[in-house]
């Protein structure tokens, strides 16, 4: 085992060089391998170009064990990676069997006739390490020499990270002696500043460690410990998480969800209550949310997505009255939605959302990012006015998806 | 002035290696580059480490005229972006009185101390260009040495922006004497390969040049074209896209979007048509990609997330028998929802999508990855199958989605 492996990250794209799009793939795999133990010392771009890409590997693989490029493997001739690999590490290729029926049976799965493009894509270099790909037609592969290992991975981070987790981190286990864990604390309701004063102590500590940061506009935190093996460091971590969760309260609504959808999904199939939606402003989005779950066909009976006025009117029973008088942005007609969505779904609580997500007003005087959240039940419903103050159309609407999963999340958290 | 500058970005900073910050910086600045004819042909990330730092400065100095450094430029003793980039150049520093007052109103505005760390910030290298920053503290600069020219621009990408609009850009127009024009032919229904095959002779050509990517699932062509003038360079892209238009046909929908709901509303707000949707394992999705564009106000009407087979039958009118008989995933289902949609809704046309998005299957041994994709009118209905062949909930959602967009787009441009 190499005491302390030297990575480097490859990604080859003139896409990525012209700005195009943006490298998350780097990003992605600097995250992996550092919880590996796995120190990135390098991150780099190039074009595809077989000259500099060559350039670049004699530097990389003077300074580093491990070279781990994304990007390039596609069928087109313009997409040279494991073309210039192989050239650089002096290896033949060969057809890959296997990847070629694979490849044959994706695309007459399509029924779609196969590019005789896609041939080199199956081509290899001899003695690889073959990465299967389930998600495109491009297979990954390791190989080595003089102790330098290449990995090539494709460039789409919906063919890259499945392959990494299943291919790429067995491979790299010869390389990580270090086991490093990290949880996340997930809150909604409580600005990082906030957060930070009541646990300002906790980010002295060296390990485990507490980092707070921002992601999708909610405060994080991360606890991450560093030991020899994963129990050890799952111990370490616990009572850490334990005192946060102590000291925040209500805020936090779990540990290592991805999203607060999540937790919401999950407390509703614990407490058996089936939801429905009523939405103006965001159009569909917190429904959208809650189906992102796997398993949320349990919990979601049925939304509505009532954008005109007539809509609210005739299939949520909003009255046309108190449209014209309150105006569709208002507590009234929140109210009524939530009321509404109920009655038609017979599900056991309904959320609404109605409001002026921008960039323009409605003509209504009323400021853009106001909106009025509601929440009925059999017996009572409940509003809440929200203002971002911004004019930006899809934060307004993302964070009042939020916020109306988190109104859920709280009623059900109360519920006995 | 250098006819044709070489760029590259070198990024500082240990966070980006770790992968705890997206490098949108990078992305950014290629952008803003591309656009001046400025080609970035490298871009690199090294952590706050002076000789790794060092190193990169001598391969990049040997490679390219302009060097542009984002970040480190900090007032802790680990940014040392500067301190190496001087060295490097062998340029003595000095104490910039104008950088150190600004400083000082800065906190002064803010009522707090100035830490005496910052003092570092307002030590320039003698003989440097210096780029103000309105929006923190450490002032950006610019140097030369043997035609080699050095940019640091702080890293947080809310002083990074202004500050190379502000100074970079009049700084960088010494070596652009060109400008680039790219424009993106986007296509729905086609495979990267099989649209190659097409087109594959445009490949060849120099200026302008086409390439294509993929981007969410979609095959894409760009067009670019470098010319004296802007006005130069759009005429010689125009007769190329042209070309490309024709031979692709239908399965172009449209240059310069950023996605497809962008055509559909475009295209149903010409024909003045109303849309609604009846969803149940996209969840809302399309509901909410369309209401993402600004303006969907005038076309969307009304959407039904019909969820569970109860929602099905009571608010859509799909038939009990048939959801019995054919299961809820199946062309009779996605007909009657599409139909019940268009019922309920009055809107002009109605698209629907039932279908399994996985991971799991459904019960009824029908794949996951099978949907229907319904569309009705006052006077017809048509099904679409599709099969992804993959358990990807995202991906199958989104592919679903798009394809209901597609199915909408097709309609509308068949109708007179």
């Not at 060089?17 to 190039?46: C, P, R, W, Y």
């Not at 670049?56 to 300074?63: I, K, P, T």
């Not at 507490?210 to 093996?229: F, H, I, N, W």
């Not at 009025?372 to 998806?401: P, Q």
Request: net charge negative.
């Amino acid at each position: 085992m190499i005491d302390l492996a030297v990575c480097e990250l490859i990604s080859v794209g003139t896409e990525i060089l012209l700005g195009d799009i943006l490298n998350t793939d780097a990003q992605f795999l600097s995250q992996e391998l550092a919880k590996m133990g796995i120190s990135v010392m390098h991150q780099s771009t190039v074009g595809d170009n077989a000259e500099r890409l060559t350039k670049l590997l004699e530097e990389a693989s003077q300074r580093s064990d491990i070279i781990i490029l994304s990007g390039g493997l596609g069928p087109t001739p313009d997409d040279i990676t494991k073309e210039v690999c192989c050239e650089f590490f002096k290896k033949k290729m060969f057809l890959h069997e296997e990847s070629l029926e694979k490849m044959k049976a994706f695309f007459a799965e399509r029924k779609r006739e196969m590019p005789e493009n896609n041939i080199k894509q199956a081509m290899l270099p001899e003695g690889c390490v073959v990465f299967r790909n389930d998600n495109g037609t491009a297979p990954g592969l390791a190989m080595e020499k003089d102790g330098v290992h290449l990995l090539l991975l494709p460039g789409p981070p919906r063919e890259l990270k499945p392959m990494f987790f299943e291919s790429a981190v067995p491979y790299l286990k010869q390389f990580s002696n270090k086991t490093i864990i990290s949880h996340n604390i997930r809150t909604f309701g409580i600005g990082e500043s906030a957060m930070a004063e009541k646990i300002n102590d906790l980010f002295d500590m060296q390990n485990p460690t507490v980092a707070p940061y921002a992601k999708d506009g909610e405060a994080l935190l991360r606890v991450t410990a560093m030991a020899d093996s994963e129990e050890q460091a799952e111990k370490m971590c616990r009572p850490v998480i334990d005192e946060i969760k102590s000291r925040l309260g209500d805020v936090v609504y779990g540990v290592d969800y991805t999203c607060i959808e999540e937790a919401v999904v999950e407390l509703l199939r614990e407490k058996k209550l089936r939801v429905a939606t009523a939405e103006s402003c965001t159009g569909g989005f917190i429904a959208k949310r809650i189906t992102n779950v796997s398993g949320s066909s349990e919990i979601f009976e049925c939304g509505i997505v009532s954008y005109s006025n007539r809509i609210k009117n005739e299939v949520l029973g909003v009255s046309a009255d108190d449209l014209e008088r309150y105006g569709a942005v208002s507590e009234t007609v929140a109210r009524q939605m939530a009321e509404g969505a109920l009655k038609v779904s017979g599900a056991d609580i309904a959320v609404s959302v109605t409001g002026i997500a921008g960039p323009n007003g409605d003509g209504s005087g009323k400021p853009v990012g106001l909106s009025y959240i509601g929440l009925a039940d059999k017996n009572n419903s409940w509003v809440t006015e929200l203002k971002t103050g911004r004019t930006d159309r899809d934060y307004n609407r993302y964070v009042n998806a939020s916020n109306a999963l988190n109104m859920i999340r709280m009623y059900v958290r109360n519920e006995k």
